[in-house]
């Protein structure tokens, strides 16, 4: 059974940095690609970035050249590093897996994942 498993959130400044982690555990960990979700109160779960399993990056446009994601494939966590943070940053972050192995395009959709973490809470205060 895959487990993944979020930290690092908290409360910070507008203008502040945070870097979430996600653990995963239950299966090999290279081969996957991965991804970083938000959802706001009220809102629908959006996409923030997505790693493949090469280590090729792709941003959603409100968090391009702010936002990184990395992976450590021997310590089988991603990473995302969240920089100029602003309130409207404020959300429960997730980590996300796909059931397929060696994804051929970048995962950008819910619905595309199989395997989600339990959520970390980001707030950005003005």
């Known amino acids: 059974q895959v487990q993944l498993v979020e930290s690092g959130g908290g409360l910070v400044q507008a203008g502040g940095s945070l870097r979430l982690s996600c653990a995963a555990s239950?299966?090999?960990?290279?081969?996957?690609?991965m991804g970083w979700f938000r959802q706001a109160p009220g809102k629908e779960r959006e996409f923030v970035a997505a790693?493949?399993?090469?280590?090729?990056?792709y941003y959603a446009d409100s968090v391009k050249g702010r936002f990184t994601i990395s992976r450590d494939n021997a310590e089988k966590t991603v990473y995302l590093q969240m920089n100029s943070l602003k309130p409207e940053d404020t959300a429960v972050y997730y980590c996300?897996?796909?059931?397929?192995?060696?994804?051929?395009?970048?995962?950008?959709?819910?619905?595309?994942?199989?395997?989600w973490g339990q959520g970390t809470q980001v707030t950005v205060s003005s």
């Open positions: 996300a897996a796909p059931l397929q192995r060696y994804s051929g395009s970048y995962l950008v959709k819910p619905d595309e994942y199989d395997y």
């Open positions: 239950g299966r090999a960990f290279s081969m996957y690609s």
């Open positions: 790693i493949s399993w090469s280590g090729g990056t």
